[in-house]
């Protein structure tokens, strides 16, 4: 192996420069560093806990599945084809999956300063025990190292979630999904720890091409009449039930805005026909997705579930990659968001219920000052989600805290999440979030506005009290 540099994660990583705030930010993180992980919303795959099988090699466990990875390659002119992105129309891609690893070798450079970078330096160091920097000239020697231990049965998925300390990590499945692969955990002792959660995206935008067709689905597997307004809600009811059967304890809901809706039933009724029938206007299908955000709210009322809302993705804005190779392949751009009149129709009709959940979550952060802090730091329904997506980072997790605290406090947020299809990346993403939550911590205590005691009592809550608590988990 030609030179090398060596790989090293300084202790102090992420703690403030200044003597004074890092000693401080390093006694509270000493304090909450090793407490259990809680993982109550993401993407991994339940059938790799289901099955338990051992994951296949370097690219397709690390490359493949991570947008954030092949976005930056793609962004340098490095085509998805040569990455092994898979094409819609069967074009052959490559397939070679240690040459797709040396081109990401050759490019590691490219995410220096970024989250990813803290992220994979971590994986590579914490979890294979790699010693010198990845580079063109280690690429060989990391694939070859990495392979090697994956085949071990340490490397199987449900083995390393003991050994990551993670107590529940949830998936997110469409309200079609049969859940099987979380059935199949049943009786192993890990479907407390592997749950699913409800997303109903495919059954309530009828924007999409197969909203029709999904709907009627939803119709053969409940058994209700699903072409009516009132069987259409009786069976998405139904579908909530069969998840929470399987540990869901929240739904999740990806919409393009955070517009709400509350219609007298026969308009929703009518509303509702004309999307079924494809004659609904761009307009009437947002208004029918802000429908449903209150008829999801009412239900989660009703049967106890965490209600996440996820608005603001422009989603594949890249036409010619998704058409090409379809979506969630990194052309995912923020959106500016409004909440305050938007979110009012579903406020005003569930907003004051203290025994309902739901957790907003923005890519817009100029709305944290100005609309989200004061809306969750006075509706009892409402808790604000951590810095998210393109702002899981520590200075999006930084600009969060000092944004939202003054006006939300900090029992208005809900922890951390990781949302990620990175198994591997998920101990390094939540010990990102604690050093950096140690960090804001110890400004305050360093001013005099916190005492030591109580930002360690924080520490606790932000790492591990405050997300059992919003998330409903015991």
């Given at each position: 192996?030609?030179?090398?540099?060596?790989?090293?994660?300084?202790?102090?990583?992420?703690?403030?420069?200044?003597?004074?705030?890092?000693?401080?930010?390093?006694?509270?993180?000493?304090?909450?560093?090793?407490?259990?992980?809680?993982?109550?919303?993401?993407?991994?795959?339940?059938?790799?806990?289901?099955?338990?099988?051992?994951?296949?090699?370097?690219?397709?466990?690390?490359?493949?599945?991570?947008?954030?990875?092949?976005?930056?390659?793609?962004?340098?002119?490095?085509?998805?084809?040569?990455?092994?992105?898979?094409?819609?129309?069967?074009?052959?891609?490559?397939?070679?999956?240690?040459?797709?690893?040396?081109?990401?070798?050759?490019?590691?450079?490219?995410?220096?300063?970024?989250?990813?970078?803290?992220?994979?330096?971590?994986?590579?160091?914490?979890?294979?025990?790699?010693?010198?920097?990845?580079?063109?000239?280690?690429?060989?020697?990391?694939?070859?190292?990495?392979?090697?231990?994956?085949?071990?049965?340490?490397?199987?998925?449900?083995?390393?979630?003991?050994?990551?300390?993670?107590?529940?990590?949830?998936?997110?499945?469409?309200?079609?999904?049969?859940?099987?692969?979380?059935?199949?955990?049943?009786?192993?002792?890990?479907?407390?720890?592997?749950?699913?959660?409800?997303?109903?995206?495919?059954?309530?935008?009828?924007?999409?091409?197969?909203?029709?067709?999904?709907?009627?689905?939803?119709?053969?597997?409940?058994?209700?009449?699903?072409?009516?307004?009132?069987?259409?809600?009786?069976?998405?009811?139904?579908?909530?039930?069969?998840?929470?059967?399987?540990?869901?304890?929240?739904?999740?809901?990806?919409?393009?805005?955070?517009?709400?809706?509350?219609?007298?039933?026969?308009?929703?009724?009518?509303?509702?026909?004309?999307?079924?029938?494809?004659?609904?206007?761009?307009?009437?299908?947002?208004?029918?997705?802000?429908?449903?955000?209150?008829?999801?709210?009412?239900?989660?009322?009703?049967?106890?579930?965490?209600?996440?809302?996820?608005?603001?993705?422009?989603?594949?804005?890249?036409?010619?990659?998704?058409?090409?190779?379809?979506?969630?392949?990194?052309?995912?751009?923020?959106?500016?968001?409004?909440?305050?009149?938007?979110?009012?129709?579903?406020?005003?009709?569930?907003?004051?219920?203290?025994?309902?959940?739901?957790?907003?979550f923005t890519l817009d952060e100029t709305t944290y000052a100005r609309e989200l802090a004061p809306l969750a730091g006075h509706y009892p329904a409402l808790k604000l989600g951590p810095?998210?997506?393109?702002?899981?980072?520590?200075?999006?997790?930084?600009?969060?805290?000092?944004?939202?605290?003054?006006?939300?406090?900090?029992?208005?947020?809900?922890?951390?999440?990781?949302?990620?299809?990175?198994?591997?990346?998920?101990?390094?993403?939540?010990?990102?979030?604690?050093?950096?939550?140690?960090?804001?911590?110890?400004?305050?205590?360093?001013?005099?506005?916190?005492?030591?005691?109580?930002?360690?009592?924080?520490?606790?809550?932000?790492?591990?009290?405050?997300?059992?608590?919003?998330?409903q988990l015991k």
């Amino acid at each position: 192996m030609a030179q090398t540099t060596p790989l090293t994660l300084h202790p102090d990583r992420l703690f403030p420069s200044d003597p004074l705030v890092r000693d401080i930010a390093r006694r509270l993180y000493q304090q909450i560093k090793d407490l259990p992980i809680v993982s109550p919303h993401g993407h991994t795959d339940p059938r790799w806990f289901a099955d338990d099988a051992n994951f296949d090699n370097a690219t397709t466990l690390l490359l493949l599945p991570d947008h954030y990875v092949f976005r930056m390659l793609y962004s340098q002119g490095i085509k998805l084809e040569e990455l092994g992105i898979r094409r819609k129309d069967g074009v052959a891609v490559e397939t070679d999956y240690r040459k797709i690893f040396r081109i990401f070798a050759k490019h590691y450079y490219l995410f220096r300063g970024t989250p990813s970078r803290i992220w994979l330096d971590s994986v590579f160091h914490d979890v294979f025990g790699l010693k010198v920097a990845l580079s063109e000239e280690t690429a060989d020697h990391y694939y070859d190292s990495i392979n090697a231990q994956l085949v071990k049965p340490e490397f199987k998925p449900r083995a390393l979630l003991d050994r990551f300390n993670i107590e529940l990590i949830a998936t997110t499945e469409g309200a079609l999904n049969d859940l099987r692969h979380h059935a199949k955990l049943k009786g192993t002792g890990y479907e407390h720890k592997v749950i699913t959660t409800f997303r109903p995206d495919d059954v309530v935008d009828a924007d999409r091409a197969d909203f029709s067709a999904n709907v009627a689905k939803l119709g053969q597997l409940t058994g209700e009449d699903t072409q009516s307004w009132p069987g259409y809600l009786a069976a998405l009811r139904k579908r909530r039930a069969f998840f929470r059967e399987h540990g869901a304890t929240a739904t999740d809901h990806g919409h393009p805005s955070a517009i709400t809706a509350d219609l007298p039933a026969s308009e929703a009724a009518a509303l509702f026909q004309r999307c079924l029938a494809g004659t609904a206007t761009p307009a009437e299908t947002e208004l029918f997705r802000g429908q449903m955000l209150t008829e999801m709210a009412g239900m989660s009322l009703e049967d106890g579930m965490t209600m996440q809302i996820h608005p603001g993705a422009h989603r594949n804005h890249n036409q010619v990659i998704f058409e090409r190779f379809g979506p969630d392949k990194g052309a995912d751009i923020p959106s500016p968001t409004e909440f305050v009149s938007n979110l009012k129709p579903l406020l005003q009709k569930y907003g004051n219920e203290a025994s309902l959940n739901i957790i907003l979550f923005t890519l817009d952060e100029t709305t944290y000052a100005r609309e989200l802090a004061p809306l969750a730091g006075h509706y009892p329904a409402l808790k604000l989600g951590p810095a998210w997506w393109f702002h899981d980072s520590p200075e999006g997790m930084l600009r969060f805290r000092h944004q939202v605290t003054e006006t939300a406090g900090f029992y208005n947020t809900v922890g951390f999440n990781d949302d990620t299809r990175a198994f591997f990346s998920i101990p390094a993403r939540h010990d990102v979030a604690r050093r950096i939550d140690c960090r804001f911590l110890a400004g305050l205590v360093a001013v005099h506005r916190l005492t030591e005691a109580e930002a360690a009592e924080l520490a606790y809550q932000l790492t591990y009290g405050l997300v059992k608590q919003a998330y409903q988990l015991k």
